[in-house]
C-alpha cells in the first residue's frame, strides 16, 4: 500500500464503518479487518454496525471497538408477515444508520452481509445534499445472500472468498481471519496447546467442533464412536456447544483422553492440539482450518441453501479435507475414517500441506488495504474540490 496511507491529507483519522452483524460469520471477519486496519492505520476510527438481538454486542465490545445499534433488516426467503413490515423496518434502518455515518464522519463502508448491510447499503447511496459513500463487500460465502447482491450493484470494490459467488467481477481473496489464527504455528505451540488440554504428547488428537453452538448430530456420532477410537490410540478434543449435552461412556484404565468441554476460548490453541478435525464447513471455519492447514472431516449443515458443501470444495478438491453428507455421519465412519487417517503420517502430512495452500492468510489485510485507499483517494478528490 501507498505510504500516504498513514498521512491523511487533512490530519483528520480515516473513518470506517463496518457492516457485519448477526452471526459469528458475519461479525469474526469484520472484526479481523478490523484488526488488520488498525495494524496498517494506527489512528483509524472504527465503527461497526449491528442489532440488539446479534453476536456482535459480545463479540465488539470485547475486540475493543465502538459499537453502534439500529434497526435489523432480516430479508425473508418467503411470503410472511415479515415481509409486509420490511418497507418500514428498511426506510428506519436507513435513517439511523445515515445518522451514524454523519456522527462519525464515515469515509468508507466496509460490508460482510447480515442484518445489517442492506441498511449500510442503501445508506451510502447518498441522496439529496448527501455525499455518496464509497463501500466495499466482502462475500463470504460460496452463495452470495441477499443484501451483498443488491449492495454489490453500486460498490467500488467487491471481494469474495471463492469464485462463483454469483457476484459480479468479485476478487476472490479469501475470508478474513484473526491474527491468531493466521500467524499460527501448529508445529511450534503443540506441545503448549496439548498441555492446555490435559492431551498426551504422543497420541493421535481427533478436534471436534460444530460452530459456536454445536452440532448435535455430530455429538451424537462422534460420542458413540468413543470407544472405537480409544481402541485405536485416538484421543479426543470435543466442544460440544453450551447448549447441548454430552453422552459419555466410562473410559477404561489407560484409554486416551477423551476432553469435553461446552465451548473452546483457545481456538488457536486447538488447532495446534489437533491432528485431524470433523467439523461443520461454515465460511469462517473453513477459512480458519485450511488457512492453519488442518486436515478436516467437513460436515455441511443439512438445512439452508447447500453453501456449507460449496464451501468446502475447494479445500476438499485439492486434497486437504473429506466431505461427508450430515445423514453419513455414523459412529461406525468417524471410528473408521478417524483410524484410517490419523495411523497414516505421510497421508496426514499431504493432506496439511493441501489445506494450507489453498487457505488464505493474508485477506483481512487485502480487504482493509482496499478499504484505505479508498477512503483516501475519496477525501483527496473531495480537498481538490474544495
Known amino acids: 500500500m501507498n505510504d500516504s496511507v498513514n498521512r491523511p491529507a487533512d490530519g483528520a483519522p480515516i473513518s470506517v464503518v463496518l457492516a457485519g452483524g448477526g452471526t459469528a460469520g458475519h461479525v469474526e471477519p469484520a472484526m479481523a479487518v478490523a484488526d488488520a486496519l488498525t495494524a496498517l492505520h494506527p489512528d483509524v476510527r472504527i465503527t461497526a454496525l449491528g442489532t440488539a438481538r446479534g453476536l456482535e454486542t459480545r463479540l465488539v465490545p ?9 434497526t435489523p433488516v432480516p430479508l425473508p426467503r418467503k411470503p410472511t408477515g415479515d415481509l409486509v413490515r420490511l418497507p418500514g423496518r428498511v426506510r428506519r434502518a436507513v435513517r439511523q444508520t445515515r445518522h451514524v455515518f454523519d456522527d ?14 442492506l441498511p449500510a447499503y442503501l445508506a451510502a447511496r447518498g441522496g439529496v445534499r448527501r455525499r455518496r459513500v464509497p463501500v466495499v463487500i466482502h462475500e463470504a460465502n460460496a452463495t452470495a445472500g441477499i443484501a451483498n447482491k443488491v449492495g454489490a450493484r453500486s460498490a467500488q470494490r467487491v471481494l469474495s472468498a471463492v469464485p462463483g459467488s454469483g457476484l459480479k467481477d468479485a476478487e ?13 504455528d501448529r508445529a511450534a505451540q503443540r506441545a503448549e496447546a496439548r498441555a492446555a488440554f490435559g492431551l498426551p504428547d504422543d497420541t493421535p488428537v481427533l478436534l471436534v467442533f460444530g460452530g459456536s453452538q454445536g452440532a448435535a448430530s455430530i455429538n451424537r456420532a462422534v460420542s458413540a464412536a468413543a470407544g472405537e477410537l480409544a481402541r485405536s490410540g485416538v484421543a479426543v478434543l470435543h466442544a460440544y456447544g453450551a447448549k447441548n449435552t454430552l453422552d459419555l461412556r466410562t473410559p477404561e484404565p489407560g484409554d486416551p483422553p477423551y476432553v469435553a468441554v461446552p465451548y473452546l476460548n483457545r481456538m488457536d490453541l486447538a488447532y495446534a492440539a489437533a491432528d485431524l478435525a470433523i467439523c461443520r464447513s461454515g465460511a469462517m471455519t473453513v477459512a480458519e482450518v485450511s488457512a492453519v492447514g488442518l486436515p478436516a472431516v467437513y460436515v455441511p449443515l443439512p438445512i439452508g441453501n447447500g453453501e456449507q458443501r460449496l464451501n468446502a470444495l475447494p479445500v476438499v478438491n485439492a486434497g486437504g479435507g473429506l466431505l461427508v453428507d ?16 490419523l495411523t497414516d503420517p505421510p497421508r496426514l502430512s499431504a493432506m496439511t500441506s ?13 480487504v482493509a488495504a482496499v478499504a484505505l485507499d479508498i477512503a483516501l483517494s475519496g477525501r483527496a478528490a473531495r480537498g481538490r474540490r474544495r
Open 354 to 366: 493441501a489445506a494450507a495452500q489453498v487457505g488464505h492468510r493474508d485477506a483481512a489485510e487485502r
Open 326 to 341: 450430515d445423514a453419513d455421519l455414523t459412529p461406525r465412519f468417524v471410528a473408521e475414517v478417524a483410524d484410517a487417517l
Open 172 to 184: 476472490v481473496i479469501g475470508v478474513p481471519v484473526r491474527a491468531a489464527i493466521t500467524a499460527l
Open 104 to 117: 462519525v464522519a464515515v469515509d468508507v463502508v466496509i460490508g460482510f452481509g447480515g442484518y445489517v448491510a
Open 62 to 70: 470485547e475486540r475493543g471497538y465502538h459499537l453502534e445499534l439500529i
